[in-house]
Every structure is written in C-alpha cells, then in structure tokens.
C-alpha cells in the first residue's frame, strides 16, 4: 500500500520561498503520476500541479512561473519548489500519488488514489 507524508510546509513572509517534499513509500515509485493539491479555508481543494511518471509537468495558471514539480526516483520522493510566494497560496497543501504501470508514461491523472495527510503552508502580508 502506498504512503505519503508531506513535510516543509511553514510559515513564510511575501516573496519568500519554500520547498516541499512528498515521501512516497511505494513498491516501484518510477510508475506512479503525482500531484500536488491545496485547499484554502472555507474553499475546494485545486490543483496545484502534476508530473508523469515519464517527467511531464503541467501547472495551474495561479502558479506558472513561480512553483515547480519534480520528481528524484532514487529517493522516492517528489518536490515542489514555491517562489515569490504571494497571500493567496496559504493553504494546506497534500501531495497525491496514482500508479500508471509505465515508467516512460506522460499521463497526468485526473484522479489520484493515495493521498497524503497535507502540510500547512502560510505566507504573510
């Protein structure tokens, strides 16, 4: 069974920078697609961005430019460097995980089956 634990989350001033990691305990980390999702106060989940197995990225407009998703397969692990963090990403942010049974597959799920327990990200004023 698949585990993630998010962790670098903090508190952080506008402008600043942060990097989150999502440890992934799974049997072949190479063939899954992940994503990394946030969900603000009183608002839905969105997402944030996704990468392939293959290496494939996409991002949600708010973010482009200033967030990137990657992956090191040796480590089992998948980042997402912030930058110029703004007021607006305050969120609890949750890495998510889907076996794609192909490690040179560029799907970007929709859906994810394993989900992390979130790390708290909040950027001041």
């Known amino acids: 069974q698949v585990q993630l634990v998010e962790s670098g989350g903090g508190l952080v001033q506008a402008g600043g920078s942060l990097r989150l990691s999502c440890a992934a305990s799974v049997r072949i980390f190479s063939t899954e697609a992940f994503g990394w999702y946030r969900q603000a106060p009183g608002k839905q989940r969105e997402l944030v961005a996704k990468?392939?197995?293959?290496?494939?990225?996409y991002y949600a407009d708010s973010v482009k430019g200033r967030f990137t998703i990657s992956r090191e397969n040796a480590a089992n692990t998948v980042y997402l460097q912030m930058n110029s963090l703004k007021p607006e990403d305050t969120a609890v942010y949750y890495c998510?995980?889907?076996?794609?049974?192909?490690?040179?597959?560029?799907?970007?799920?929709?859906?994810?089956?394993?989900w992390g327990q979130g790390t708290q990200v909040t950027v001041s004023s």
């Open positions: 998510a995980a889907k076996e794609v049974y192909y490690s040179y597959s560029n799907l970007l799920p929709d859906e994810y089956d394993t």
């Open positions: 990468i392939a197995s293959a290496g494939r990225t």
